[in-house]
């Protein structure tokens, strides 16, 4: 019922700037947790940064000062504006999305493929 498309994925250069977005459908209710997570080739899916139906957001260390995760007013689009984008960047870019109510359930997009590259 719920379904999640990201957009927004590409080749950009060092130093470059990529918007990520998330449109979500179907019945997602509050509390939730909306998330970006990446996975680069042989290692694990790890998150990047989330942000909760409150606005509280958090970001892995390596992407502060870089990335920016947002949402519109309510759930969707949710965003991920990546600057100063490096190698290291590179990877399938994951939409997640964490309910509670009425009870404790996972979604994810099939992913956007990001890639730094000169």
């Known amino acids: 019922q719920v379904q999640l498309v990201e957009s927004g994925g590409g080749l950009v250069q060092p130093g470059g700037t990529l918007t990520l977005s998330c449109a979500a459908s179907?019945?997602?209710?509050?509390?939730?947790?909306m998330a970006w997570y990446r996975q680069a080739p042989g290692e694990q899916r790890d998150l990047v940064a989330r942000?909760?139906?409150?606005?509280?957001?958090n970001y892995a260390d390596s992407v502060k000062g870089r990335f920016t995760i947002s949402k519109h007013n309510g759930k969707s689009p949710m965003y991920l504006q990546m600057d100063s984008l490096r190698l290291e960047d590179t990877a399938v870019y994951y939409c997640?999305?964490?309910?509670?109510?009425?009870?404790?359930?996972?979604?994810w997009g099939r992913g956007t493929q990001v890639t730094v590259s000169s």
């Open positions: 997640n999305f964490q309910t509670h109510w009425p009870d404790v359930r996972e979604y």
């Open positions: 179907g019945s997602i209710f509050s509390p939730y947790t």
């Open positions: 942000i909760t139906s409150g606005g509280e957001t």
